[in-house]
């Protein structure tokens, strides 16, 4: 199956596009992928950028000047991007992996929430 390598005109992008558009991005604009390894270490750093942003936003912590401009969907979007990159290079399809994901937690957890006390 041939995707886009463009957002759809209402700019609804599948997974399967984002990891598309990321390969392409990368291959034209980024010359080529960091190594794995390198690509996990920018994950860890930008969920940390996304907990610094919820610790000031919805947390106790007030914000530093250099955090007032920061937007909690950019910094999402910086996590997705590199997960991404991490499936790409790993050969992972994110749609399939979440597709089963979402079997495994039906089965594993189909009542198990609806169960808990602590939810009620």
Sequence with gaps: MVYPTTPAPDG???IRQAQTLIDDWI???GVRYFSEL?????????VG?????MSRLYGDQSFK???????LG???ADVLWVLCCIANQTGVDLTAALHNNFLKKNIRDGQRHKENEKLK
């Design 12 to 14: 609804e992008i599948s």
């Design 27 to 29: 291959k034209t604009t």
């Design 38 to 46: 390198t690509n996990m270490a920018i994950l860890t750093e930008e």
């Design 49 to 53: 950028e996304v907990a610094r942003l």
């Design 65 to 71: 000047p250099s955090d007032k401009d920061k937007q």
């Design 74 to 76: 950019d910094e999402l």
